[in-house]
C-alpha cells in the first residue's frame, strides 16, 4: 500500500499568517504518461464530514478560496494557506487515488494561535 | 444538490455482521457517471477506503477487509449498503459514504460525502 505521511500533526498559526501542511508519499503519485499528480486535500471542520478541497494535488474544487492552494512533486506535497482566518480551523487530510488501496494520511490540526 | 446520509445500528456485538445503508438524495445512483464509496476512522486514527460500488453491481474492495466485506445498491430505494462480518473492536469507527469520482481509467476523489455514523462493536 501507498503510505501517506503528513506534517506536521498539528500546528497553530496567528490569524492573516501562513500555514503549510506537508504531505509525503511512499511512492510517486506522478502518472508520468499525462502527467497528473493523484493527490486530493480534504478539511474536516469539527463535527463536519471531510469535504474536498483540491484534486490532481493543485486543482481548488469549485467555492475553495483562493488562499487555499496544493502544490508538488511526485512524492513531496504542500497545502497552503495563504493568510489564515478563523473558519479554517479544522483537521486537514491528503488522500493518493493512484494506485489502490486509495489511503489517506494521518491529518494534521490546525489551530489558532 | 447530491447529498448523502448513512443509517444503521450503532452498536454491534462482536462477532455479528455490520450493516449500513446510504441513502443518495439529489441524484440516481444508477446514474451512469458515478460511483458510491465507503471510508471508515476509527477513532484517533486515519481514514480507511473501505469499499466502491458501481450501478451495475461491480464493485472494488480494499484488500485488507475485502473477505469480510459485501456491498449492494438498491436502485428502487436509490441507496446502496455495507455488510461487515465478523466484526471486532477493531472495526469500532465512524463510517462515511460518499460519492467516488472517477475517470474511464481510474477512481479519483470522494465528494461529498455523509455526515457519517458511529459504530461501536461491543457485547
Not at chain 1, 44 to 64: D, E, F, M, N, Y
Not at chain 2, 14 to 39: F, K, M
Not at chain 2, 53 to 59: H, L, P, Q, R
Amino acid at each position: 500500500d501507498i503510505v501517506m505521511t503528513q506534517s506536521p500533526d498539528s500546528l497553530a498559526v496567528s490569524l492573516g499568517e501562513r500555514a503549510t501542511i506537508n504531505c509525503k508519499s511512499s511512492q510517486s503519485i506522478l502518472y508520468s504518461s499525462n502527467n497528473k499528480k493523484y493527490l486530493a486535500w480534504y478539511q474536516q471542520k469539527p463535527g463536519q464530514p471531510p469535504q474536498l478541497l483540491i484534486s490532481w494535488a493543485s486543482t481548488r474544487k469549485s467555492g475553495v478560496p483562493d488562499r487555499f492552494s496544493g502544490s508538488g512533486s511526485g512524492t513531496d506535497f504542500t497545502l497552503t494557506i495563504s493568510s489564515l482566518q478563523a473558519e479554517d480551523v479544522a483537521v486537514y487530510y491528503c488522500q493518493q487515488f493512484y494506485f489502490s488501496p486509495y489511503t489517506f494520511g494521518q491529518g494534521t490540526k490546525l489551530e489558532i494561535k | 444538490q447530491l447529498q448523502l446520509q448513512e443509517s444503521g445500528p450503532g452498536l454491534v456485538k462482536p462477532s455479528e455482521t455490520l450493516s449500513l445503508t446510504c441513502i443518495v438524495s439529489g441524484a440516481s445512483i444508477s446514474n451512469t457517471n458515478y460511483y458510491w464509496g465507503w471510508i471508515r476512522q476509527p477513532p484517533g486514527k486515519e481514514l480507511e477506503w473501505i469499499g466502491t460500488i458501481y450501478y451495475s453491481g461491480s464493485t472494488h474492495y480494499n484488500p485488507s477487509l475485502k473477505s469480510r466485506l459485501t456491498m449492494s445498491l438498491d436502485t428502487s430505494q436509490n441507496q446502496f449498503s455495507l455488510q461487515l462480518s465478523s466484526v471486532t473492536a477493531a472495526d469500532t469507527a465512524v463510517y462515511y459514504c460518499a460519492r467516488h469520482i472517477s475517470d474511464p481509467e481510474y477512481f479519483n476523489w470522494f465528494d461529498p460525502w455523509g455526515q457519517g455514523t458511529l459504530v461501536t462493536v461491543s457485547s
